[in-house]
């Protein structure tokens, strides 16, 4: 699933692209009509709120996107060739001087004016790691309202902190020598700070264009960019003890850890 970083580096590209373009021609096979109430409107901004796309028009309606595990916005000049098939396009908004097409997206919705500051999935959200400002001091109360909750499962709550994924959430605990198995009511308020703050971080150290890494090294191998994640079986960079992987939560969510620099019994 892409992460909160991914999310706003795309909605960077298109709002670079779109913002105060016109849409000539739109379509969206999810949508009542196929869409066709996309073409017209002018689109104002683009942002990212946690793992969520919002595309926003003067009118004051906005398309949401969410990727989850398979999405993917692309930007094209008219008539380029796309790097994925059509038939797996979501979204397409075509203006005078770029194409925007999402692919793949389970989640596409066209909200009525004044709706993105109703919608459920929008205004449930906790505060965005990647945020100008974030607010740490009610992102900690969130999670500490978890209560028994391990801390990897919580990370991954969108209604505490958004904008975290599985990445992250590995790469965080194992910097910060944190057990990702531990009640995250047994947390101290400090010790969740410091947590958020080095997740937020590695996150916005990974919004220029380079391939995202968590530990210093020009490999564009992505098992030589992280410490823990995806290296299940492999010595720890820090002790040499195996990583280690356990599901977590009701996803089944993968975890990657040293068991002994994060005080688990190896």
């Known amino acids: 699933m892409p992460e909160g970083d991914t999310i706003l580096r795309a909605a960077r590209t298109l709002h ?41 028009f003067e009118d004051g309606a906005a398309l949401r996107t969410h990727m989850r595990m398979t999405g993917s916005w692309h930007v094209y000049r008219p008539g380029e060739r796309w790097r994925k098939p059509g038939s797996q396009a979501r979204v397409v908004l075509e203006t005078d001087a770029w194409v925007a097409v999402c692919f793949s997206a389970p989640v596409v919705e066209l909200l009525a004016p004044g709706e993105t500051e109703r919608h459920e999935a929008l205004t449930s959200l906790g505060p965005d790691i990647l945020a100008e400002t974030f607010d740490f001091e009610e992102a900690v109360r969130r999670l500490r309202s978890l209560g028994d909750t391990p801390l990897g499962e919580a990370l991954l709550s969108q209604r505490a902190v958004a904008g975290i994924g599985n990445i992250y959430k590995s790469e965080t605990l194992f910097l910060t020598r944190s057990d990702p198995f531990a009640a995250v009511a047994r947390i101290d308020e400090r010790t969740l700070a410091r947590i958020l703050a080095r997740a937020r971080e590695l996150m916005r150290a990974s919004l220029g264009p380079s391939p995202r890494s968590t530990r210093p090294t020009l490999s564009r191998d992505s098992a030589e960019r992280t410490w823990v994640y995806r290296r299940e079986g492999r010595p720890c960079r820090h002790c040499g003890t195996s990583i280690r992987m356990r599901r977590q939560g009701i996803d089944r969510r993968s975890t990657y850890f040293c068991p002994s620099c994060q005080g688990r019994e190896p």
């Open 16 to 56: 670079r692209a779109l913002a105060g373009r016109r849409v000539i021609a739109g379509r969206a096979p999810a949508l009542p009509g196929g869409g066709k109430g996309l073409a017209g409107r002018t689109v104002s901004r683009v942002e990212a709120r946690g793992k969520n796309l919002l595309v926003h």
